[in-house]
């Protein structure tokens, strides 16, 4: 796999594959409350927009949605379910994409910010997230915790699907210099092995604040999950809001 090639998660053939390996794992129908309540009547930009699991259900809503997505292959699979035409998605990195003005809300959801290589496009990451808000407009993030205790030599294999006719095993390896992870996934179902690679530049809650901070924004609110529970020394991810 390409490092950090903002094509690179499509290209890995997981779009065929991604609804089915994460739905139902990840709690959708919350995120979607919260973030409906947090767009406040005007319309969103998700960034890393994907198949549309988050945009479809909002735009059911009646919410105005767009979206950046580096993969094709992705945005095809978006383009192909039912009002996924009437969704208005700019293929590029959203690092640096443009994808319009006056968006009351940003979303960067499921750890996505970590696709980003470095913490040089994290940060311009965090500027055009900024860039496409309307005044006084929100950022939200959502985003695992750094865990690298549950690192030994700085590797770990852990089970992600365990299912009667399927289960996934994800080897991970930690670069503690860069801050980055290299991961994959297999998959393991009847007559088949399918791998996922995908690689994240981690960060700390704090330094993703102090990016917000150099992209003019400041925090909202910090919750550990989209139900608003509350982020504690546990908390193994986070939900962040940030504000023009
Ligand atoms: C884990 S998926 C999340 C999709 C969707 N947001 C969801 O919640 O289901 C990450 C998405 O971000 C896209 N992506 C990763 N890095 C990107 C980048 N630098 N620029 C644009 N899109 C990127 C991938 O192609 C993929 O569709």
Redesign the pocket.
Same mark, same amino acid.
């Given at each position: 796999m390409a490092d950090f090639d903002?094509t690179a998660? !499509?290209a890995s053939g997981i779009a065929d594959e991604?609804d089915d390996l994460?739905a139902g794992h990840?709690e959708t129908d919350t995120a979607v409350d919260r973030i409906a309540e947090l767009a406040d009547g005007g319309k969103v930009l998700?960034? !890393?927009?994907?198949?549309g699991?988050?945009a479809l259900p909002l735009l059911a809503r009646g919410i105005e949605v767009h979206g &950046?997505? !580096?993969?094709a292959e992705?945005v095809e699979k978006l383009r192909q379910k039912p009002g996924g035409d009437r969704i208005p998605v700019v293929v590029?990195?959203? =690092?640096h =994409?443009d994808a319009g003005r006056g968006f009351t809300l940003v979303v960067l =959801? &499921?750890?996505?910010i970590f696709?980003?290589p470095d913490q040089e496009a994290q940060v311009e990451c965090f500027r055009n997230a900024a860039r496409h808000l309307a005044p006084a407009g929100r950022f939200v993030i959502e985003a695992w915790v750094p865990d690298v205790g549950a690192f030994r030599h700085n590797r770990v294999v852990r089970p992600r699907i365990v299912q009667s006719d399927r289960i996934s095993i994800e080897t991970a390896e930690l670069d503690p210099v860069t801050q980055t992870m290299r991961t994959t996934q297999a998959v393991f179902s009847e007559g088949s092995v399918r791998l996922y690679p995908a690689n994240h530049r981690y960060a700390w809650p704090a330094e993703l604040d102090l990016m917000a901070q150099l992209a003019g924004l400041h925090r909202e609110e910090r919750w550990a999950n989209w139900t608003r529970s509350p982020f504690t020394a546990d908390s193994q991810a986070h939900v962040t809001v940030y504000r023009l």
């Open positions: 903002p998660y !499509g991604y994460y990840w998700e960034l !890393g927009i994907g198949t699991r988050l &950046v997505d !580096g993969s992705m590029g990195d959203f =690092a =994409a =959801a &499921v750890n996505t696709a980003l």
